[in-house]
């Protein structure tokens, strides 16, 4: 097990990603951040947070559960469905910024999409990560990157945060 | 957990993770997204061997919200009504390759010969099978309870139901105690002896025959189809002396204490078990039981047919 | 014929010893016989009983003989250790006439594996309504004495005096099926907690013991002799004890499923334990087991009831009543009466064959193990273990509830009137060496 990113480096990291969105997007005005439980949706608030302290007023806010929409729901035992809660405005001609904790195969963000579909039509959609291990199978890319961490497939990354696990960091088991 | 056929089948965190699913599926329904995808691809059949047109709507909305494919398979000019065996009726189900069969039968454990008997591969979900147990019913009844009384707990701990009826025939019932005791809540069967099992005094209730007498203690008063055949077989004089003792008046709804409920499995016969008053008043919850009978659905779909087959899915 | 020479094998009574058999008897008991023209039947550590007799089975022929026809019916009954066996009479057409019964034992007679005795209808077509012409019965080859509606119970109280006053003349016996028909319209299993719960209608112990109750005093009144079939509850026990005491003409008998056997079966739903008495609580279970060991329940029948796969696979409710029993009765009274310790071989030698015998009035069985007796022998290895398995019995049906179960006790030869109609064969049979 090896710590690749201690809790200073995911601060800074998220700190960087939300000056990158702010300054993609012209500022938060047309923006709606939506976090994929369980830990994107931490994520997303955080970043919320960072951007209202940038902007000095709230960024719309919310999650996106993805659960039903996963391709690979035959794979294994059905999962626990998550909230899922649009804020006020809606999505519609909206920059939406989906927020993961790790970029993967891409397939949790294919079922984001098909979720966010069913909910309206965005101007935009981003995507904002906090680690991207690399082995996408589908032609997906993010917008926004926490860190680039390169692994083997037989690695497991796991993303431990505060809010759920007691401390910030980003680890790698062999 | 693979089938569905009586309520015995779950544990305490079963029924609760299927009451939250339910819970969570119906924001969804409520939300802007309608159809789900998440059983796209999925065969589902409704047999139905018996008539039952509100089970059959609820199943096959709720699978159909999951984007699965619904066939229905109903008694009226179907084989099964012309005296084709269960297991021909199974292996062609199985040839279809059904994933999932919801089944409707006037033979008590019906579901579960389906179910043992390996002739088909899919989940089997007993959508009532005679005088015997109906579990999706009793899930979305203890649903709307919660919904109503529990307070944010997630179980039925010290809440009173009084179930009113016929006990001796009704698969309801016998859900409905089976869930309901599981959950906590304290149950009260209100019969005339002649419809209540002999063998009752085994079940976790306390049995009356005085309906009056619970009126102002219960907070759901849960009515059973009392069906009028049963006179003609002795089990009560007529329908009149039935509704005077154990029938849902406006007298007795007004006997009920604050924030009790009014509960009905359907169809009803107004006039007998209840009256138009009740069935019709601000305390009765009946409609809003088949709203929550889809989305309660939709959790047994998904927690039984998501997963891959044979692992544990709750 | 051959001879046959059973070496070792233990008498009922514990004695050890030779039995040589010619012809269609025993014609030496002695330690050490040899005999150089026998067959050797090697016997120790086996029983050697009085060769079964069966007073209640199913043959099915004439009119399903797709479920069990006379010779597969005897073949089962040979393996089960039986060498008399009494055909009920709701076959199709109903064994109501001289003709049938004639018929049916002539059959009995070509397979030649066992007696088979047939058992007279008490009313024609066992409606209930009209008796049967029960002296012609009596009268014909078949010798008929035993006389049942069995599959419905003789109902109406007049009909039943009737009857018991009727076969008085030929000293008859009537074998009352015990079952009110109007608390039993429907039912499906005994009544109580576990019906309660599988939502299956329930059939009230009640309504066996009011029928037994009635037929004791009516036979006692008329004085005559009066058989209860399958009985299968504590309260039915107790009646027929009374009914003993009294002096009153009556005998019993009790399944062998009945005795292992309980309600609970119900709820796997599987039509297998479907049967007619239903199975009972386990508190009745220990009434009959303890019955049977006092005497006040005089004799294990089997009630036989072969049935075609089609009526055990589906729903429980539209399947049929019955299960067989020929081939494990003995079995399932070795593992329930004697190694349970409540009856010695002596007791299981009066239940299962002298006691049915002489209640049928059968002259050539049950006879004492002796020189001169007929040789009809039943050869038992107690302690041998065999795995029940539906797919291997000798009966045409296979709806046994006992499938998968390890039974204590393996036939390993029956004599029939001095002929082998049944050895096993260790080779093709699945046995586990049982005990230590």
């Given amino acids: 097990m090896s710590v690749a990113l201690p809790a200073a480096d995911i601060a800074r990291a998220l700190t960087r990603i939300s000056h990158e969105i702010l300054e993609r997007n012209s500022g938060s005005d047309s923006l709606t951040l939506l976090g994929i439980p369980t830990r994107g949706a931490h994520l997303a608030k955080r970043i919320s947070a960072i951007i209202e302290s940038i902007e000095g007023k709230p960024v719309q806010t919310g999650t996106l559960d993805i659960t039903l929409h996963r391709d690979d729901l035959r794979l294994r035992p059905p999962r626990a469905i998550m909230p899922t809660s649009i804020p006020a405005l809606g999505i519609e001609g909206r920059n939406v910024v989906l927020i993961d904790d790790v970029l993967y195969s891409g397939r949790t963000?294919?079922?984001a999409l098909d979720a966010l579909g069913e909910v309206g039509r965005p101007k935009t959609v981003q995507l904002a990560v906090l680690v991207d291990r690399g082995h996408r199978e589908l032609p997906i890319r993010a917008d926004f990157v926490g860190k680039n961490l390169p692994t083997s497939s037989n690695q497991s990354v796991s993303v431990k945060l505060t809010e759920l696990d007691g401390s910030d960091e980003v680890v790698i088991d062999s | 957990m693979k089938h569905l056929l009586s309520i015995n089948d779950l544990s305490k965190v079963d029924a609760i993770s299927i009451l939250d699913t339910a819970e969570k599926l119906a924001r969804v329904s409520d939300g802007p997204m309608k159809k789900l995808p998440t059983l796209r691809g999925r065969t589902i059949v409704n047999l139905f061997a018996e008539d039952s047109t509100r089970t059959r709507i609820s199943f096959e909305a709720a699978a159909k919200r999951l984007s699965a494919d619904v066939i229905n398979f109903s008694a009226k000019g179907s084989s099964v009504s012309k005296g084709e065996s269960l297991k021909d009726t199974a292996q062609t189900l199985q040839?279809?390759?059904?994933?999932?069969?919801?089944?409707?039968?006037?033979?008590?454990?019906?579901?579960?010969?389906?179910?043992?008997?390996?002739?088909?591969?899919?989940?089997?979900?007993?959508?009532?099978?005679?005088?015997?147990?109906?579990?999706?019913?009793?899930?979305?009844?203890a649903f709307t309870i919660r919904k109503h009384?529990?307070?944010?707990?997630?179980?039925?701990?010290?809440?009173?139901?009084?179930?009113?009826?016929?006990?001796?025939?009704?698969?309801?019932?016998?859900?409905?105690?089976?869930?309901?005791?599981?959950?906590?809540?304290?149950?009260?069967?209100?019969?005339?002896?002649?419809?209540?099992?002999?063998?009752?005094?085994?079940?976790?209730?306390?049995?009356?025959?005085?309906?009056?007498?619970?009126?102002?203690?219960?907070?759901?008063?849960?009515?059973?189809?009392?069906?009028?055949?049963?006179?003609?077989?002795?089990?009560?004089?007529?329908?009149?002396?039935?509704?005077?003792?154990?029938?849902?008046?406006k007298d007795r709804l007004?006997?009920?204490?604050?924030?009790?409920?009014?509960?009905?499995?359907?169809?009803?016969?107004?006039?007998?078990?209840?009256?138009?008053?009740?069935?019709?008043?601000?305390?009765?919850?009946?409609?809003?039981?088949?709203?929550?009978?889809?989305?309660?659905?939709?959790?047994?779909?998904?927690?039984?047919?998501?997963?891959?087959?044979?692992?544990i899915a709750l | 014929m051959t001879k046959y020479l059973i070496k070792q094998g233990s008498l009922a009574d514990g004695k050890v010893t030779d039995i040589l058999i010619d012809g269609e008897r025993i014609i030496e008991i002695s330690q050490n016989i040899s005999n150089s023209e026998a067959q050797v039947i090697e016997a120790k550590n086996c029983i050697v009983l009085p060769g079964l007799v069966d007073l209640h089975t199913h043959l099915r022929e004439p009119g399903r003989e797709d479920s069990e026809t006379i010779l597969s019916g005897s073949m089962a009954a040979a393996k089960g250790g039986y060498v008399a066996v009494s055909a009920m009479a709701n076959t199709s057409p109903v064994a109501d006439t001289a003709g049938v019964v004639e018929q049916v034992y002539r059959l009995g007679q070509e397979a030649g594996l066992v007696d088979v005795f047939p058992i007279g209808a008490v009313t024609q077509g066992l409606a209930g309504v009209a008796l049967s012409e029960m002296g012609a019965m009596a009268d014909s080859k078949a010798h008929v004495r035993v006389f049942s509606d069995d599959g419905q119970c003789v109902f109406d109280p007049l009909v039943m005096r009737r009857a018991l006053e009727y076969v008085k003349q030929f000293n008859g016996v009537i074998a009352q099926h015990a079952q009110d028909p109007r608390l039993t319209v429907g039912s499906q299993m005994n009544e109580g907690e576990v019906s309660s719960r599988l939502g299956l209608k329930g059939w009230p112990a009640v309504a066996e013991e009011a029928i037994i109750a009635r037929d004791v005093l009516l036979a006692e009144h008329v004085q005559s002799r009066l058989?209860?079939?399958?009985?299968?509850?504590?309260?039915?026990?107790?009646?027929?004890?009374?009914?003993?005491?009294?002096?009153?003409?009556?005998?019993?008998?009790?399944?062998?499923?009945?005795?292992?056997?309980?309600?609970?079966?119900?709820?796997?739903?599987?039509?297998?334990?479907?049967?007619?008495?239903?199975?009972?609580?386990?508190?009745?279970?220990?009434?009959?087991?303890?019955?049977?060991?006092?005497?006040?329940?005089d004799i294990v029948a089997t009630d036989h009831a072969p049935h075609p796969v089609e009526a055990k696979e589906c729903e429980w409710q539209e399947a049929a009543f019955g299960m067989l029993g020929l081939e494990t009765a003995l079995s399932i009274v070795n593992k329930t009466m004697v190694e349970s310790g409540l009856m010695n071989w002596a007791a299981v030698a009066e239940r299962m064959s002298v006691a049915p015998a002489r209640i049928a009035g059968y002259a050539d069985h049950g006879q004492e193990i002796a020189v001169g007796s007929f040789a009809n022998l039943t050869v038992l290895n107690p302690t041998l273990k065999s795995r029940v398995d539906r797919d291997r019995v000798a009966s045409r049906s296979r709806n046994t509830p006992f499938h998968g179960i390890e039974l204590p006790g393996v036939v390993i030869a029956t004599f029939f009137k001095g002929k082998a109609t049944y050895s096993f064969d260790a080779k093709t049979s699945e046995i586990s060496a049982g005990g230590n």
Avoid at chain 2, 107 to 119: F, H, K, N
């Fill in chain 1, 109 to 111: 963000i294919r079922a």
């Fill in chain 3, 227 to 297: 058989h209860i079939c399958h009985l299968t509850t504590a309260g039915g026990v107790e009646i027929v004890r009374w009914a003993k005491a009294r002096g009153i003409n009556v005998t019993a008998e009790v399944t062998p499923h009945h005795l292992l056997l309980t309600d609970e079966s119900a709820t796997s739903y599987d039509p297998v334990f479907k049967v007619n008495p239903p199975l009972r609580t386990q508190n009745d279970v220990l009434a009959l087991r303890q019955a049977l060991a006092d005497g006040t329940i």
């Fill in chain 2, 95 to 141: 040839a279809m390759g059904a994933d999932a069969v919801i089944v409707r039968h006037s033979a008590s454990g019906a579901a579960q010969r389906l179910a043992d008997l390996e002739w088909m591969s899919g989940s089997v979900i007993n959508a009532g099978d005679g005088t015997h147990e109906h579990p999706s019913q009793a899930l979305l009844d």
């Fill in chain 2, 254 to 311: 007004q006997k009920l204490k604050p924030g009790a409920i009014v509960m009905h499995p359907g169809p009803m016969n107004r006039g007998l078990e209840i009256t138009a008053d009740a069935a019709d008043s601000a305390r009765s919850v009946i409609v809003e039981q088949v709203t929550n009978g889809v989305s309660v659905r939709m959790a047994i779909l998904y927690l039984l047919l998501a997963g891959s087959a044979g692992e």
């Fill in chain 2, 149 to 249: 009384l529990a307070k944010g707990a997630d179980d039925l701990t010290g809440l009173r139901v009084a179930i009113v009826g016929d006990v001796l025939h009704s698969r309801v019932a016998r859900s409905n105690v089976l869930l309901l005791t599981k959950l906590g809540a304290h149950v009260t069967l209100v019969s005339p002896p002649t419809l209540l099992p002999v063998g009752v005094s085994s079940w976790p209730v306390d049995i009356a025959y005085d309906f009056d007498s619970l009126l102002e203690s219960v907070d759901v008063v849960m009515m059973l189809r009392i069906q009028l055949e049963r006179m003609s077989d002795l089990f009560f004089p007529n329908a009149r002396e039935y509704s005077r003792y154990f029938g849902l008046t």
